[in-house]
């Protein structure tokens, strides 16, 4: 294991000016990231690729040694479905913030999860828009007063768990960036899970959210036990809406469903990645002009 320390980290990590404020919690999830990656032998720099919106949550690939996609507001999903598409030997991760993910990105949201494609979905919640300098995201709660919602915030917060629930997401998780352990066990298995897979984690934004902090999160969030049945899909959708303690944990699970990539016609009987495959300029400029 020595061997892979820091096979994810650029050289002149030290440095680099990350573009973070002191006590944000993207430098947690940049490093649990990390930790989880170096555990996981059957991923290397070369095999696996990083896709991110816009946003602060979607640097995270900037300070990463390894294929990355910087994409659109609220379009990492769409390439990171592309990629795994067409090379399905990938390891492939979307990580953005909640607004990117699902307020810009909802409507890829929803469907990504109907399409079961083997990624993992990796939402950095902070319940607030950083990047733009502190207004409402999805995930904020009623009440909540920014520089724009100046009499509080009207709306009902965006629910990810049961959305994705309801939606039929094979795996639906929710970590905290305080509990490192647990957050980077359950990052390990998102990433082996076969399927679309969603961690919904929380992180303080220490300059734009005074009432998410740190300390709230430790008193408003709770593990799920060793008892607690993950399969068990009504049950989930209970503890999606459980607002005073949270539950964190793998919140539901199921294994074997079909992923996107396993149902298409062009890797039934042929495996090899499409990229890697010859065109036939003929064919293809024949099927176009059929459309026509």
């Known amino acids: 294991m020595s061997e892979r320390k820091n096979i994810f980290s650029l050289e002149n990590e030290k440095e680099l000016d990350i573009a973070w404020c002191p006590g944000c919690g993207n430098f947690g999830i940049l490093n649990i990231l990390k930790k989880a990656l170096e555990e996981m032998e059957e991923i290397t720099p070369n095999n696996f690729v990083l896709v991110s919106g816009i946003g602060q949550a979607a640097k995270i690939p900037h300070y990463f040694k390894n294929n990355a996609f910087n994409g659109l507001h609220g379009r990492a999903l769409p390439v990171a479905f592309a990629i795994k598409s067409t090379n399905p030997d990938l390891y492939v991760v979307a990580e953005s ?33 950083g990047l733009t300098k502190g207004q409402a995201s999805p995930t904020s709660q009623q009440g909540m007063v920014t520089p724009v919602q100046v009499n509080g915030v009207i709306l009902n917060p965006f629910n990810p768990i049961a959305v994705a629930i309801a939606n039929g997401a094979t795996f639906v998780a929710r970590a905290f960036v305080g509990d490192i352990q647990s957050t980077k066990e359950i990052i390990k298995k998102a990433i082996r899970h076969k399927g679309y897979s969603l961690i919904d984690l929380f992180q303080p934004c220490v300059t734009f959210n005074k009432i998410n902090t740190y300390a709230w999160f430790n008193e408003h969030t709770y593990k799920l036990g060793e ?33 996107f990539e396993e149902q298409l016609t062009i890797y039934k009987q042929n495996k090899e990645p499409l990229f890697k495959r010859n065109i036939d300029v003929n064919k293809l400029e024949g099927f176009i002009n059929s459309m026509r």
């Not at 307020?103 to 939402?123: A, K, Y």
């Not at 899909?233 to 199921?254: N, V």
């Open 97 to 129: 913030g909640d607004g990117d993910m699902y307020g810009e990105g909802g409507n890829h949201f929803i469907h990504n999860i109907r399409r079961n494609v083997d990624i993992t979905n990796i939402v950095h919640d902070n319940r607030v828009y």
């Open 227 to 259: 008892d607690y049945d993950p399969s068990d899909k009504m049950q989930a959708l209970q503890m999606a809406f459980q607002e005073d303690k949270i539950p964190l944990g793998i919140i539901y699970e199921e294994k074997g469903k079909p992923t």
